[in-house]
Nanobody, 121 residues
Framework: QVQLVESGGGLVQAGGSLKLSCAAS??????MGWFRQGPGKEREFVAA??????YYADAVKGRFTISRDNGKNTVNLQMNSLKPEDTAVYYCAVKGRGSYPPTTESEYDYWGQGTQVTVSS
């Protein structure tokens, strides 16, 4: 069993930055990722990291950076140049074996509880 706890969300002005962190307890899994769900929207893929390989959704490419610390079993999401449309609850997720990059919810095995990110205009 793996438990995930996100932190680092908050309120920021457009153009600002935030860093989200996710700490995983239990065994180390191959892929760690981030999803988000905006108001009235479906949950969508943001970024994934399989060991040192990373993959991003087009909407965040060039602005967000995912990184992981395998020694600490954590994954971070550095978000720069934030836009109001980035407002969402951000979820950390992990998966073991399988295809890469995993961009759909069903591909992930464990989920965090989410952390709110609000970007004001």
């Amino acid at each position: 069993q793996v438990q995930l706890v996100e932190s680092g969300g908050g309120l920021v002005q457009a153009g600002g930055s935030l860093k989200l962190s996710c700490a995983a307890s239990g065994r180390l899994l191959a892929t760690m990722g981030w999803f988000r769900q905006g108001p009235g929207k479906e949950r969508e893929f943001v970024a994934a990291a399989k060991w040192s390989d990373t993959y991003y959704a087009d909407a965040v490419k060039g602005r967000f950076t995912i990184s992981r610390d395998n020694g600490k079993n954590t994954v971070n999401l550095q978000m720069n140049s934030l836009k109001p449309e980035d407002t969402a609850v951000y979820y950390c997720a992990v998966k073991g074996r399988g295809s890469y990059p995993p961009t759909t919810e069903s591909e992930y095995d464990y989920w965090g509880q989410g952390t709110q990110v609000t970007v004001s205009s």
